[in-house]
Nanobody
Framework: QVQLVESGGGLVQAGGSLRLSCAKS????????MGWFRQAPGKERQFVAA????????YYGDSMKNRFTISRDNAKNTMSLQMNSLKPEDTAVYYC??????????????????????WGQGTQVTISS
């Protein structure tokens, strides 16, 4: 069994920064590629970013490029999402998830919610204008 716990959400003004963390317990952390998704009220869950099992490869959703940075520390079983230049439209619940072990690490597969097996409970990010 895999457990994921997100932290680091909060309320910040537009233009500010937040760093989200995802702590994993259970099966070996290095087995999985990982990803972040977000979901705003009344909207579909949206792909944010993904990182390969060893951290060498990353992908981002279009609106997150050049503002967000995904990283991981396999020694600590954690993954992070550094979010800069935040906008009100970034307001959402942010989730971390493990990516299917047998799936290709490439878009569009990485952007599909159904390709992720284990999910955290989410952390709320609110950006005020």
């Amino acid at each position: 069994q895999v457990q994921l716990v997100e932290s680091g959400g909060g309320l910040v003004q537009a233009g500010g920064s937040l760093r989200l963390s995802c702590a994993k317990s259970g099966r070996t952390f290095t087995t999985y590629a990982m990803g972040w998704f977000r979901q705003a009220p009344g909207k579909e869950r949206q792909f944010v970013a993904a990182i390969s099992w060893n951290g060498d490869s990353t992908y981002y959703g279009d609106s997150m490029k050049n503002r967000f940075t995904i990283s991981r520390d396999n020694a600590k079983n954690t993954m992070s999402l550094q979010m800069n230049s935040l906008k009100p439209e970034d307001t959402a619940v942010y989730y971390c998830a493990t990516y299917g072990a047998t799936l290709p690490f490439a878009l569009p597969a990485l952007g599909r919610r159904d390709n992720y097996d284990y999910w955290g409970q989410g952390t709320q990010v609110t950006i005020s204008s």
